[in-house]
């Protein structure tokens, strides 16, 4: 496994972790976001160990304002992840893409997409917002998704644990991976429960066996 | 297709069996541990791993999958305290829609 940084287009250095033996396909992962994204990153690069058993290389970058980056959430847009992941996918020479859940909606299009489970971005904001109402509602404070929803179009808010800046607020509410030519690995072609739905991190062999195996159909 | 089931009874379990498939989504018990909740079991403030995240993911894949709409204002501590609370919930929810 090798791990390194790579340029983004904003002049930043961000990580990546990967396995290259100089082979093709070459795979561009792209994660799942925000608490899916940590909540899959074992299990998205167990998937990575198998692809690399069945000889294929693949990326897994970080979007900038994730895990090792340095710089700042709130000012990262689903704009900014996008341009960011083609330059990575230009930077590692990918010829496909395996996007995970909300990692569809910031895949490189220019290259054949594979989707395992897209989600909407109206979807992960809905998660995200009913959590914050919850947690509130736990401290003994009244708050709605329709009011949390208003100030985070105009000043950006904190969901969930994560900063989102008011333009990564508005593009989640419309941003869809519906219009692509992606094929899609459903969670029914995958079996057993989708891991992001879990409450802690978790790993499952066989779904990621299962999904390694479907991608590689796709990958030749 | 249509069908000729008996609709009420059969929606019933229906909402218990999707309810209990969802917890072992969300919680990655065991199918034992699953057939052995009862109306009973505690769930919310007795699994210290259902936080509010894992809350929220819970009831918005019952949603998607009882295709009900889950107000903000219905999530309170009773409807989540037991495993019978939540089910009583999502059959009124189902009973209305």
């Given at each position: ?53 069945a000889?294929?290389?693949s ?44 990692g ?12 395992y ?39 950006g ?15 989640l509410?419309q ?34 066996d ?8 796709h990958?030749? | 297709?249509?069908?000729n ?13 999707v ?12 199918a ?8 009973d079991?505690?769930?919310f ?53």
């Open positions: 496994m090798l791990t390194g940084l790579w340029p983004t287009p904003s002049g930043s250095d961000e990580y990546v972790i990967g396995f290259d033996a100089g082979r093709a396909p070459r795979v561009l992962v792209v994660r799942a976001l925000f608490d899916e994204g940590s909540k899959l990153r074992h299990f998205t690069v167990e998937t990575m160990r198998r692809l690399d058993a000889g294929v290389d990326f897994l970058p970080d979007l900038p304002g994730t895990n090792e980056s340095l710089l700042p959430l709130e000012q990262q847009t689903l704009d900014g992840w996008r341009a960011a992941m083609r330059a990575a996918a230009n930077h590692f020479g990918a010829t496909h893409v395996l996007a995970i859940r909300g569809a909606l910031v895949a490189p299009g220019h290259l054949p997409n594979i989707h489970a897209p989600a909407s971005g109206a979807s992960l904001l809905r998660a995200m917002l009913r959590a914050q109402v919850i947690a509130a509602r736990e401290a003994g404070e009244a708050q709605s998704r329709e009011d949390l929803l208003e100030r985070g179009r105009s000043e808010l904190r969901l969930a644990g994560y900063n989102l800046g008011p333009d990564m607020v508005a593009e509410e941003a869809s991976p519906g219009e692509s030519d992606a094929v899609e690995i459903a969670q029914g072609d995958v079996g057993g429960g989708g891991l992001w739905l879990r409450a802690e991190p978790a790993h499952d062999p066989v779904q990621a299962r999904i390694a195996e479907l991608a590689m159909g990958l030749r | 297709m249509a069908t089931l008996p609709a009420p009874t059969e929606q019933a379990e229906d909402i218990d069996l309810l209990r498939q969802v917890l072992a989504d969300v919680l990655g018990l065991s034992e541990r699953i057939a052995a909740l009862d109306s079991s505690g769930l403030g007795d699994l210290p791993e259902l936080d509010s995240m894992a809350v929220a993911g819970l009831l918005t894949e019952l949603e998607d999958r009882l295709d009900i709409i889950i107000d903000d204002e219905d999530v309170d501590g009773e409807m989540l305290e037991t495993f019978g609370g939540l089910l009583a919930f999502l059959q009124a929810k189902r009973a209305d829609g």
